[in-house]
Structure formats: C-alpha cells, structure tokens
C-alpha cells in the first residue's frame, strides 16, 4: 500500500496572517475559541465566521414556544437558527432554506454536530422567494429573514464580494447557477448600469463610475477581479480633491459592489416574491421579523408591511426600525446598517 504524503497544515505567517486560506484558527472557531474570542471582543469579526446580528430583540419580539413550528428564512451561518431551535427545546420543528450550496452544507453539519438533525430541522437549498414551497402542508407560527450576505462569503476573496482583496468578480450567492457580476457588466449599456447604481445602492457617482466601466470594457480591457473594478471606480472619481478622495473612493465601492450583488442574484425580485406569499403561509397570530441592511430592502419591507396593516392582513406592524444596540455594532461593527422590522399575522 502507497504511504500517503503527510501534509503540514498551513501556518500563520507572522504574527498577522493576511491571506483567508491562512486563517486557520479564525476558520475553524469551535476548535480557537480563545482566539476567535480576541477577535471579537477587539471589534473585529472573525475571518470566514458570522455572528448573528439582534439575536434579543429577535427573540424578544417573535415569543417562540416550544411546539411551534418557524422558518429562517436565510440560515446562513446558522446563527439564528440555532438560537430559536433552543427556544423550541426539542418539541416543534424549524424549516431552514438557503441558496449557498457551499455554505448551507457546512451549517447543516455544524447543527447536526450540536443535536439539531432532521427530526427537529429541516434545512432546503432553495431561494427565499419560494416559501410557499417550503413546507406546503405547514404553517408557520414565526418566520425570520435575515437579509445580508454572511461574512463566511464576504470575507472569501474567491467568491467577489469584496474588493479588499483580490479576486474573481462573482457575487454569486449561488455560484453554481447564473451569471457572474464579471459578465453582467459586459452585457449592460452605459444607461443600464448608472441606472442600477442609482435604484440598488444611491450611488451618487454613478455616471462617472458608469461611463469608465463602459469605456474600458469598449477599448477591450478586462473587468474580471474584484481589483480591476475598484480600479476602474477609483480612476472615475479622480477628478475629486486628493484628501477627500480616499474615503470616497472606498464608500462609491461599497456601493457598487452592493448594486451589482443585488442585481446579479435578482434580490429585489426575490424579496417582492417572498413579502407577496409571506401572509399566506403564516398562522393567524403568526410572528414576522426581517433584518434589512440598506435602504433599498428597508422601503420594500415597510410599504409591504403597511400595505398588509391596511388591508387587513397584519393586525400590527413595526412604527419604527429597531436597531442593532452601540454595544453590539462595536461588537460586530458589520451591524451599524441593520435594521429590523416586525409583522403580526391578523
């Protein structure tokens, strides 16, 4: 029999690794909890983790009681799963759905490990805006939708969604299925892409940043990495004076990464689909809770909401967003944008 060649684990390089793939304590946190601890309570979020943002007030508001039947609605991390499956304390059954193949597989097995198996959780990799078939003989006494991208794929430069480090321009958050950001961008018209700037993220630049990524994409260059399109960004806002420009360059990013994202994986339309069937598979009395993290989401959630009071479908809606508490967004400074807002099903 062929002796198999000992592989040595990768090692931090230094005291600081900067590579995603060297992150080995911060990767596998169940095994470096000291370590993932340090992070965390230093303001940091560790690499490849993510901590469930308004876990309370979550909590507070949805009153789960052991029996009932909910649904997160994006597992994600699976974070808040986990915390309502403790609040069912083994009676009553979860539905979980997620689109992220790669993602989905590592939490199932993380809740399996913890006693979460298919006797009380029911994990599908499906979109969303498909709720009425997730569970089609059920209806649910609560349901959660968490609306933001996990920091597990924020934080892998292989998968696009930030131009911190380099990588392939994807956003996918089910990259085995439809169209890169990459490719996207070679299909759209000037007008085209300014638009979704300005509709998915208010992009205040977004003609400038419009018209460079059409005239390099014109002249025959690439588009393809996540730094080639913060080049493109940073060469459109130039003309700004040097000390202001910095900060804007890295916001004007932020929001064109986010406008693309949203527009590859269609998020807008998945999110009218879900708030459109929401009502119908809940139970009279049925609690809602959903976490938006821009503006964009936050409108389509409260007209639907408000929608829903006035004719007669929900017998309370959130008057105001909660927010995330300063302790928290120091915590996990990724939850400075969230904010929450809640339905009753009459």
């Known amino acids: 029999m062929e002796q198999q060649e000992h592989k040595r684990r990768v090692r931090y390089k230094g005291t600081h690794p900067r590579k995603f793939e060297e992150k080995y304590k911060e990767l596998d946190p169940s095994k470096y909890k000291d370590d993932v601890e340090k992070i965390i309570k230093s303001g940091k979020t560790p690499a490849g983790m993510h901590i469930s943002i308004c876990v309370n007030e979550i909590l507070d508001f949805l009153q789960i009681k052991p029996g009932q039947v909910g649904y997160d609605a994006t597992l994600g991390y699976g974070g808040h799963t986990q915390k309502m499956l403790e609040c069912l304390e083994g009676k009553g059954h979860m539905y979980a759905t997620d689109v992220d193949p790669i993602e989905s597989e590592k939490t199932k097995a993380r809740l399996a490990s913890l006693g979460y198996g298919e006797d009380i959780l029911t994990i599908r990799r499906m979109n969303f805006a498909e709720i009425d078939k997730v569970a089609p003989n059920e209806k649910f006494d609560f349901v959660l939708a968490d609306l933001g991208v996990s920091s597990m794929q924020i934080d892998n430069p292989e998968r696009g969604f930030t131009f911190k480090a380099d990588g392939p321009l994807d956003l996918r958050l089910d990259p085995t299925s439809g169209v890169t950001a990459a490719e996207r961008l070679k299909e759209l018209s000037y007008n085209e ?154």
């Open 193 to 346: 892409i300014a638009g979704m700037f300005v509709e998915n993220s208010d992009e205040p630049y977004a003609e400038r940043i419009a018209r460079e990524i059409r005239r390099v994409l014109n002249k025959g260059d690439k588009i393809e990495t996540t730094k080639q399109l913060y080049a493109v960004v940073a060469q459109s806002l130039s003309f700004l004076p040097e000390k202001e420009r910095k900060d804007a360059v890295k916001k004007s990013c932020q929001r064109t990464f986010q406008a693309l994202r949203i527009d590859v994986n269609s998020e807008f339309e998945v999110l009218y689909a879900f708030l459109d069937k929401l009502p119908s598979v809940m139970k009279s009395g049925g609690r809602i809770a959903i976490l938006t993290f821009h503006s964009g989401e936050d409108r389509l959630v409260k007209k639907a909401f408000k929608e829903g009071l006035r004719n007669g479908i929900y017998s309370d809606v959130a008057k105001d967003v909660i927010r995330p508490s300063a302790e928290e967004c120091f915590n996990n400074p990724r939850a400075h944008s969230t904010k929450m807002r809640w339905a009753i099903v009459k």
